[in-house]
């Protein structure tokens, strides 16, 4: 919290907690000085000449003059390396013990003295001197990591460390968590301390509430993903390379990562972008999969302060027919804003409210903060210290920071005790009528007047045991949260899936739920930033995401707040949010064209509600995010590496946002294909840069040719839309049907389509096409033809359908017994010609 930002509080809720921050901020540092003094004398270290080396499974050790190094090859072709002993356990970032080791890996000599390790995707190479190279299976080198350097205490203490590397020069850098300036990382040095910037962010601000060091890397020799396992603070600083720099020389892109302790051990996973993520989450853990509803459009506000208010709003959008799924209620509701209470005289009948809004279609969703008012009149932290539940300090005094409701304590969540105390806390949420929850503050925040706005970095926390301090735990405070209440709730209501988001995180914390964006600054380089982290979050395995659609602190123009909307459509999280001084959300408070504009945006929405389902399946069945970017299928593609303002919502739909004032045409690079443009109509060849329409009512999205999208139908039953192929090139599509809210084992559904003889051809593989299909695209109103199996009785059966084509041709269908095939069309499918790469093609 900087100056401007104390100013800002203290204005709103007074001088007398103002002046709390200050002695906070300076209790933290007397407790840091006193329990960690300075590192004094050091002494450098780097691993030496090499002596020798010992087989094991999946690789083996070498050993070196002043360390040795581990390397293991995973089952699946993960491969783990770690220096001075490091195990790949214990770790927050996995869901349990670590993978197998994959017997066909086998350490053997190298070149020059070195060693080797031979895998199906990788060969790790280790040079005599600690360098490490992972290679292609075709000998490209894709990374070289230099031998590290330690800096050991003389009197003893905490090792830190640094690791240089070098990547190639047309390397682009992605990841490290959540990076409002991404998600390309330029040029800088990134820090991993997870940090609340303050009441707001833009592009500028870094850290911010979700940092990991997690680094994908895409270049023309392939992509690769690093993790380094330590959750420390540190700071990773890169540098992208330069093509003939130098007389004609590469400059190789550099990494350097310096960490303040704990173990230099790493993993890391090579192959196409969609391998990578698909290895990445079969070592972190599937993300969790939001129940049906949770993917819908949500609302919130700090501040809404009555029962009365939030009827209110959600009446707005039943009169005016706007879908709405999700109402979410801040701190506001809570009695003096401590958590697992609710303000009996603001909501009477808390559960009550919530079954009325259930039986409208509408969920309430509950904000949960970890900070507990340190008080003898709180029954949440009376229960909290009978159970020694707290964090302590170095003289083991509970540690006490400044939050919402004054003076409060800090629950370890890295203590499993702990999290099965507060997981069973969720219990009075859930008595409440609420369907989920929402962390926040999570970091963990203590209000300061100065400095680190987060507990000493010398309070003691638990660590499964073994013991240590913040330094250490900061980092995973969020997750470990997060694991409390997801496992809580689980517990309390097994036959549902639990739906929880938090704003604070770790490598690994999909396992659990998703994030936000936080105090996303309301302006346009805010709106820029609410894409840029939630493509950066997918790319580290969080697949669930989104901004406060509006900004958080400020009023946006009409302009900027449907732009935003429009944006937050087709993002997996879409929810509109804002500070208690900042406004309203409501869509019709910009006036009738905003209204009419959102109203599409959540019209849509719902329409693609089957996709989204499918979507949220298979990003936990593959690792794949929901919103890609454009590059996802095409990484050799340098101009995609280098678009930020599009992105792909799985394999069929290109989004393009509008992220300035005043644009109402914009360009948009596409990758390889045809492309239809889903309200004009207008046809699109990639890869190549195009200019489309994007009018205020609507932003572009384009489909891809042949794609196979399930949606809902007009009847509100399931339709699948495939846009036309061309001709003697194949689509197809994924479908995953809603199972329902609980653990339901569900049916993936591939589709092909084809265009056969004039007609578009869909196919089921293993079975028949049992629902209405809509063609569209390239003019063809005409003939499809949906074919399956045989019927099981082999009897005719008739039906009727609608079809569509380049816009909304309607075609009359029949479904035709004895094949199981369903055809649909009355004119032939006819190919247009090559279009001018423009709007309205």
Same mark, same amino acid.
Request: aromatic fraction near 8%; glycine fraction near 16%; include cysteine.
């Given at each position: 919290?900087?100056?401007?930002?104390?100013?800002?509080?203290?204005?709103?809720?007074?001088?007398?907690?103002?002046?709390?921050?200050?002695?906070?901020?300076?209790?933290?540092?007397?407790?840091?000085?006193?329990?960690? !003094?300075?590192?004094?004398?050091?002494?450098?270290?780097?691993?030496?000449?090499?002596?020798? /080396?010992?087989?094991?499974?999946?690789?083996?050790?070498?050993?070196?003059?002043?360390?040795?190094?581990?390397?293991?090859?995973?089952?699946?072709?993960?491969? $783990?390396?770690?220096?001075?002993?490091?195990?790949?356990?214990?770790?927050?970032?996995?869901?349990?013990?670590?993978?197998? /080791?994959?017997?066909?890996?086998?350490?053997?000599?190298?070149?020059?003295?070195?060693?080797?390790?031979?895998?199906?995707?990788?060969?790790?190479?280790?040079?005599?001197?600690?360098?490490?190279?992972?290679?292609?299976?075709?000998?490209?080198?894709?990374?070289?990591?230099?031998?590290?350097?330690?800096?050991?205490?003389?009197?003893?203490?905490?090792?830190?460390?640094?690791?240089?590397?070098?990547? &190639?020069?047309?390397?682009?850098? $992605?990841?490290?968590?959540?990076?409002?300036?991404?998600?390309?990382?330029?040029?800088?040095?990134?820090?991993?301390?997870?940090?609340? !910037?303050?009441?707001?962010?833009?592009?500028?601000?870094?850290?911010?509430?979700?940092?990991?060091?997690?680094?994908?890397?895409?270049?023309?020799?392939?992509?690769?993903?690093?993790?380094?396992?330590?959750?420390?603070?540190?700071?990773?600083?890169?540098?992208?390379?330069?093509?003939? /720099?130098?007389?004609?020389?590469?400059? !190789?892109?550099?990494?350097?990562?310096?960490?303040?302790?704990?173990?230099?051990?790493?993993?890391?996973?090579?192959?196409?972008?969609?391998?990578?993520?698909?290895?990445?989450?079969?070592?972190?853990?599937?993300?969790?999969?939001?129940?049906?509803?949770?993917?819908?459009?949500?609302?919130?506000?700090?501040?809404?302060?009555?029962?009365?208010?939030?009827?209110?709003?959600?009446?707005?959008?039943?009169?005016?027919?706007?879908?709405?799924?999700?109402?979410?209620?801040?701190?506001?509701?809570?009695?003096?804003?401590?958590? $697992?209470?609710?303000?009996?005289?603001?909501?009477?009948?808390?559960?009550?409210?919530?079954?009325?809004?259930?039986?409208?279609?509408?969920?309430?969703?509950?904000?949960?903060?970890?900070?507990?008012?340190?008080?003898?009149?709180?029954?949440?932290?009376?229960?909290?210290?009978?159970?020694?539940?707290?964090?302590?300090?170095?003289?083991?005094?509970?540690?006490?920071?400044?939050?919402?409701?004054?003076?409060?304590?800090?629950?370890?969540?890295?203590?499993?005790?702990?999290?099965?105390?507060?997981?069973?806390?969720?219990?009075?949420?859930?008595?409440?009528?609420?369907?989920?929850?929402?962390?926040?503050?999570?970091?963990?925040?203590?209000?300061?007047?100065?400095?680190?706005?987060?507990?000493?970095?010398?309070?003691?926390?638990?660590?499964?045991?073994?013991?240590?301090?913040?330094?250490?735990?900061?980092?995973?405070?969020?997750?470990?949260?997060?694991?409390?209440?997801?496992?809580?709730?689980?517990?309390?209501?097994?036959?549902?899936?639990?739906? =929880?988001?938090?704003?604070?995180?770790?490598?690994?914390?999909?396992?659990?739920?998703?994030?936000?964006?936080?105090?996303? &600054?309301?302006?346009?380089?805010?709106?820029?930033?609410?894409?840029?982290?939630?493509?950066?979050?997918?790319?580290?395995?969080?697949?669930?995401?989104?901004?406060?659609?509006?900004?958080?602190?400020?009023?946006?123009?009409?302009?900027?707040?449907?732009?935003?909307?429009?944006?937050?459509?087709?993002?997996?999280?879409?929810?509109?949010?804002?500070?208690?001084? &900042?406004?309203?959300?409501?869509?019709?408070?910009?006036?009738?064209?905003?209204?009419?504009?959102?109203?599409?945006?959540?019209?849509?929405?719902?329409?693609?509600?089957?996709?989204?389902?499918?979507?949220?399946?298979?990003?936990?069945?593959?690792?794949?995010?929901?919103?890609?970017?454009?590059?996802?299928?095409?990484?050799?593609?340098?101009?995609?590496?280098?678009?930020?303002?599009?992105?792909?919502?799985?394999?069929?739909?290109?989004?393009?946002?509008?992220?300035?004032?005043?644009?109402?045409?914009?360009?948009?690079?596409?990758?390889?294909?045809?492309?239809?443009?889903?309200?004009?109509?207008?046809?699109?060849?990639?890869?190549?840069?195009?200019?489309?329409?994007? !009018? =205020?009512?609507?932003?572009?999205?384009?489909?891809?040719?042949?794609?196979?999208?399930?949606?809902?139908?007009?009847?509100?039953?399931?339709?699948?839309?495939?846009?036309?192929?061309?001709?003697?090139?194949?689509?197809?599509?994924?479908?995953?049907?809603?199972?329902?809210?609980?653990?339901?084992?569900?049916?993936?559904?591939?589709?092909?389509?084809?265009?056969?003889?004039?007609?578009?051809?869909?196919?089921?593989?293993?079975?028949?096409?049992?629902?209405?299909?809509?063609?569209?695209?390239?003019?063809?109103?005409?003939?499809?033809?949906?074919?399956?199996?045989?019927?099981?009785?082999?009897?005719?059966?008739?039906?009727?359908?609608?079809?569509?084509?380049?816009?909304?041709?309607?075609?009359?269908?029949? =479904?035709?017994?004895?094949?199981?095939?369903?055809?649909?069309?009355?004119?032939?499918?006819?190919?247009?010609?090559?279009?001018?790469?423009?709007?309205?093609?």
């Amino acid at each position: 919290m900087n100056g401007r930002d104390l100013v800002r509080s203290v204005k709103l809720v007074g001088s007398r907690r103002g002046l709390r921050t200050v002695r906070s901020a300076w209790r933290r540092a007397r407790a840091d000085a006193r329990a960690l !003094p300075g590192r004094g004398a050091e002494r450098a270290r780097v691993p030496g000449p090499v002596t020798g /080396a010992e087989p094991g499974p999946g690789g083996g050790v070498v050993r070196f003059a002043r360390s040795e190094l581990r390397i293991r090859v995973a089952v699946g072709g993960a491969v $783990f390396w770690g220096w001075d002993g490091a195990e790949p356990g214990p770790s927050y970032a996995l869901p349990g013990e670590a993978p197998d /080791a994959d017997p066909r890996a086998v350490l053997e000599p190298g070149t020059d003295g070195g060693w080797q390790v031979v895998a199906e995707r990788l060969t790790v190479a280790v040079s005599r001197h600690g360098a490490v190279e992972l290679r292609t299976p075709g000998g490209v080198v894709l990374r070289r990591e230099l031998p590290p350097r330690w800096w050991e205490p003389v009197a003893g203490g905490d090792v830190r460390w640094v690791q240089r590397s070098e990547v &190639a020069a047309d390397a682009r850098f $992605f990841g490290l968590g959540g990076r409002a300036a991404g998600p390309r990382l330029r040029d800088g040095s990134y820090a991993l301390w997870n940090t609340d !910037p303050g009441g707001r962010f833009g592009p500028g601000d870094d850290p911010l509430y979700l940092t990991m060091p997690v680094q994908l890397v895409v270049a023309d020799a392939g992509t690769h993903l690093v993790f380094y396992d330590n959750s420390w603070s540190g700071e990773v600083s890169l540098r992208e390379g330069e093509e003939g /720099a130098g007389a004609g020389h590469d400059r !190789p892109g550099a990494s350097q990562v310096r960490m303040d302790g704990g173990p230099l051990r790493c993993w890391a996973v090579a192959g196409t972008p969609a391998r990578v993520l698909a290895g990445w989450s079969a070592l972190t853990g599937a993300a969790a999969v939001p129940p049906s509803w949770a993917l819908g459009p949500q609302h919130a506000r700090w501040g809404f302060g009555s029962a009365r208010e939030v009827r209110r709003i959600v009446a707005g959008y039943r009169e005016r027919g706007l879908p709405l799924s999700v109402l979410h209620l801040d701190i506001d509701h809570y009695d003096a804003h401590r958590v $697992f209470t609710v303000d009996r005289g603001r909501f009477p009948d808390l559960p009550g409210l919530a079954g009325e809004l259930r039986e409208a279609g509408v969920r309430l969703v509950s904000i949960v903060d970890p900070a507990v008012a340190a008080d003898g009149g709180n029954a949440v932290y009376e229960s909290g210290r009978a159970v020694g539940a707290f964090v302590r300090d170095a003289r083991g005094r509970e540690v006490r920071g400044e939050v919402w409701p004054g003076v409060c304590a800090y629950p370890d969540f890295t203590d499993a005790g702990v999290r099965e105390w507060w997981g069973g806390l969720y219990a009075e949420r859930l008595a409440q009528g609420f369907s989920g929850v929402w962390h926040d503050m999570n970091e963990p925040v203590s209000f300061a007047a100065f400095g680190d706005p987060s507990l000493p970095r010398s309070a003691r926390h638990v660590l499964e045991g073994r013991g240590g301090d913040h330094r250490e735990a900061h980092n995973v405070y969020g997750l470990a949260m997060a694991r409390a209440g997801y496992e809580g709730l689980a517990r309390l209501r097994p036959e549902e899936r639990p739906f =929880l988001f938090s704003r604070s995180g770790w490598a690994g914390m999909q396992r659990y739920g998703g994030t936000w964006s936080g105090d996303v &600054a309301t302006g346009w380089p805010g709106l820029r930033a609410s894409l840029a982290l939630v493509l950066g979050l997918g790319l580290c395995g969080v697949p669930y995401s989104g901004p406060d659609v509006g900004g958080f602190d400020g009023s946006p123009s009409p302009e900027l707040y449907l732009r935003w909307f429009q944006l937050g459509a087709y993002l997996p999280l879409f929810r509109t949010h804002a500070a208690v001084d &900042a406004g309203r959300r409501e869509p019709w408070e910009f006036g009738p064209e905003v209204l009419a504009g959102a109203r599409a945006a959540l019209v849509e929405r719902e329409r693609l509600r089957p996709y989204w389902v499918t979507l949220a399946r298979l990003a936990a069945l593959t690792g794949a995010p929901y919103v890609r970017p454009l590059w996802w299928s095409a990484p050799g593609d340098r101009g995609l590496r280098d678009c930020e303002d599009a992105f792909l919502l799985g394999d069929a739909l290109l989004v393009a946002p509008v992220l300035e004032p005043g644009v109402v045409r914009r360009a948009v690079r596409l990758p390889p294909g045809r492309w239809y443009d889903t309200v004009s109509g207008a046809v699109y060849e990639g890869p190549g840069r195009v200019v489309v329409e994007a !009018p =205020l009512s609507r932003v572009p999205v384009l489909a891809r040719a042949g794609a196979v999208i399930p949606v809902r139908g007009a009847d509100g039953g399931p339709e699948l839309e495939v846009w036309a192929p061309v001709a003697g090139s194949p689509g197809g599509g994924t479908v995953v049907r809603d199972a329902g809210d609980g653990w339901e084992p569900v049916r993936v559904e591939r589709y092909t389509s084809r265009l056969e003889g004039g007609r578009v051809v869909v196919e089921r593989d293993g079975g028949a096409v049992d629902c209405p299909v809509r063609v569209r695209g390239a003019g063809c109103g005409g003939s499809a033809v949906a074919a399956g199996e045989p019927a099981v009785d082999g009897l005719g059966v008739e039906g009727e359908g609608e079809g569509g084509g380049g816009g909304e041709q309607g075609v009359a269908g029949r =479904l035709v017994g004895g094949g199981g095939r369903r055809e649909r069309g009355d004119g032939p499918c006819r190919e247009e010609p090559e279009e001018e790469q423009v709007a309205g093609g």
